[in-house]
């Protein structure tokens, strides 16, 4: 780590950017210079920055070590790396900052990456991250990683797509609430599809009372 | 209405002796003149004339301006508005639309890619709990949740954009809590576990 800060800091210090300026005042100043520089890094791979500077201010903001930050977020770039290599190995065109963000995101969930680059490559025309977010959901329920796989693979090919892929994980973590085996409760929803339950819609009471969050103030 | 003899108005203006009439038309007189003195005996009502003018010559109301601030606003007034019939038919469809026409609420309006996420912890005790996330930059006070019946229940809705988003409590300012019923957690980097939420757009 020390040799990360050590081999960060001459880059950093050269520069004067958004992110210096984002964590100026909120993370220690001993990892400013690094953090920017793994964020300057990051920029020049065209990979998205933002996931990586919330990563400094979310380490500062719950009192981390300077060391810590800085491996956090070279921990998190490298995870942007690797999902950015996943989406181009499954083909189709360059994976825009959101994709990589949102698989990267659903990685974080502990998927493992082989596992992930098969969902992504089975559902080429699908947005990746709730595809993989309802396998990390079943994944976390303790349901077989395979068969979580072949179940939300077969849900998006009787046509439910994007967040429906959720409400076929939460369908089958009902079912083994309700009781059910694993196995029953994955064939049980498959027998279902495509028909399975959405959540229930925010009440106009609710929408009404929605507050915008404005970190700037 | 038969008309009087000349000789009688002549007799009533006091251009002729009342002796200078024949008896009847003495009598006609006679009767004229008690009329008119009864007449003159009653009380005129006052008309509306002698009305405003008996109030414009009232003395001004004693007491504070508050006083008679008080008077005005409790005594009745005739108000009248001239109004053209082409604006109160105008007046008439606006107050028609405002009570007519459904409204969704005077909530933020939502953007295609933007959800309503909803926060609730049980805090027993707590005197303060945000809810922080990259949505907040991390910071606290920009998103506090709220007790407002003291039940230790706290919550807060929030326009979020769709998508995964990280989150945890802060309560009191100094403990931070992944929310014990979000069902989803990741690793934070730091040795902790953020609490996942998914935002999906509202109407779909």
């Not at chain 2, 200078?20 to 004339?49: D, I, Y």
């Not at chain 2, 109160?88 to 909530?107: C, D, E, Q, W, Y």
């Not at chain 2, 709990?129 to 998103?143: A, C, E, K, L, M």
Request: charged share 20%; proline share 10%.
């Amino acid at each position: 780590m020390l040799a990360l800060l050590a081999v960060a800091t001459p880059l950093g210090a050269q520069i004067d950017g958004g992110a210096r300026a984002r964590l100026a005042g909120r993370v220690p100043e001993a990892a400013i210079a690094a953090v920017d520089s793994l964020v300057r890094a990051a920029q020049a791979d065209d990979l998205p920055t933002e996931p990586l500077v919330q990563k400094a201010l979310e380490g500062a903001a719950k009192h981390a070590p300077p060391g810590r930050i800085v491996q956090a977020v070279a921990a998190h770039a490298d995870q942007l790396r690797q999902a950015r290599t996943l989406l181009e190995r499954a083909g189709g065109p360059p994976p825009t900052a959101a994709e990589i963000s949102s698989v990267a995101a659903a990685m974080v969930r502990g998927l493992p990456p082989p596992l992930a680059e098969r969902i992504v490559t089975a559902l080429p025309d699908e947005p990746p991250g709730p595809a993989l977010h309802a396998v990390a959901d079943l994944a976390g329920h303790g349901f077989a990683e395979d068969a979580a796989v072949d179940l939300i693979v077969a849900s998006a090919r009787v046509g439910l797509r994007g967040l429906r892929l959720l409400d076929v994980a939460t369908a089958a973590v009902h079912e083994l609430q309700r009781g059910a085996t694993h196995g029953d409760a994955l064939a049980s929803v498959r027998r279902a599809l495509p028909d399975v339950p959405s959540p229930p819609k925010p009440s106009p009471a609710q929408v009404n009372r929605a507050r915008r969050p404005h970190p700037g103030v | 209405m038969s008309e009087l003899d000349p000789r009688i108005h002549q007799v009533l203006d006091g251009e002729l002796p009342l002796e200078s009439l024949p008896p009847e038309l003495q009598a006609t007189v006679l009767r004229l003149e008690r009329a008119a003195g009864l007449l003159r005996a009653a009380e005129a009502p006052a008309g509306v004339a002698t009305r405003v003018l008996a109030a414009l010559r009232r003395p001004p109301p004693g007491g504070s301006r508050r006083r008679r601030l008080l008077r005005w606003l409790t005594e009745r007034h005739a108000v009248t508005i001239a109004m053209r019939p082409v604006w109160s038919l105008a007046l008439a469809a606006v107050l028609a639309a405002v009570v007519l026409v459904p409204t969704h609420g005077t909530g933020p309006l939502l953007g295609a890619q933007e959800g309503i996420a909803q926060f609730v912890g049980h805090f027993p005790g707590a005197r303060s709990v945000d809810v922080v996330g990259p949505f907040t930059d991390w910071r606290s006070g920009v998103i506090p949740l709220r007790d407002e019946d003291h039940d230790g229940v706290w919550s807060a809705v929030v326009v979020l954009p769709t998508g995964a988003h990280e989150y945890m409590f802060v309560v009191d300012g100094e403990r931070w809590i992944a929310d014990p019923l979000a069902g989803r957690y990741v690793s934070d980097g730091f040795g902790r576990q953020n609490a996942l939420l998914i935002v999906r757009p509202v109407g779909r």
